[in-house]
């Protein structure tokens, strides 16, 4: 579902699945879904769609945000899959950061890498050539005038306790709430300010690795 053609229910069943995959009380579901075949399609795509976009399906050209965050809660898993740590390789990290540039750089992707450099998937070149670029992608940022009032960050709580089904139905139907919400004037500022507040994160992440 998460390859369909409309974006709510892309979105939707994306959001889901990252909350499912961060509630380490499941985990016999966890793991069903750590190894299913469905999870390394969605990635094998996404890092198709980031070196080489014009190689991926039309259905998933949207849906590389969602993408980037299945990637995130599989890498913070206690146990990584070993098909994701084949995947992000070397090669795959250095063609993904060569084909990024200021126009399409999204928060998602930002903490992604975020999340490899954690992981120790980035080696000193690679951090170097996304410090660079994600001060390029600030500087056009507030450039562009993003410094204008932030407006309130919504938030949806996805650490509650299920304690029932029906709490897990109702927790997920927030977190689906949530993801439509989005539709205001303010749609395109918040986006921008969330991009900033990850790449500020990047910056000083890497900075305290480097004085290590």
Not at 113 to 133: T, V
Request: glycine share 6%; hydrophobic share 40%.
């Amino acid at each position: 579902m998460i390859f369909s053609q409309d974006s709510r229910v892309a979105e939707n069943c994306g959001a889901c699945l990252s909350v499912i995959l961060g509630w380490e009380r499941f985990g016999k579901e966890k793991a069903v879904i750590r190894e299913s075949k469905w999870s390394r399609l969605i990635l094998e795509e996404f890092a198709v769609a980031l070196t080489a976009p014009g190689l991926t399906s039309r259905s998933f050209t949207n849906q590389q945000k969602i993408a980037a965050n299945i990637a995130v809660s599989l890498l913070k898993l206690s146990q990584v899959p070993v098909w994701l740590t084949s995947l992000f390789d070397g090669s795959l990290i250095t063609g993904i950061v060569a084909n990024l540039s200021a126009r399409n750089v999204t928060a998602e992707v930002v903490d992604l890498f975020s999340e490899l450099m954690a992981r120790n998937y980035l080696n000193q070149d690679q951090i170097a050539g996304l410090h660079s670029l994600f001060q390029v992608c600030r500087r056009h940022a507030y450039g562009g005038g993003s410094q204008a009032q932030q407006p309130p960050e919504q938030k949806v709580e996805t650490t509650a306790a299920a304690r029932s089904t029906d709490d897990v139905r109702a927790l997920l139907l927030g977190v689906m709430l949530n993801q439509r919400a989005g539709g205001s004037p303010c749609t395109l500022q918040m986006e921008q300010q969330k991009l900033l507040r990850q790449i500020d994160s990047f910056l000083q992440q890497s900075t305290r690795r480097e004085q290590r």
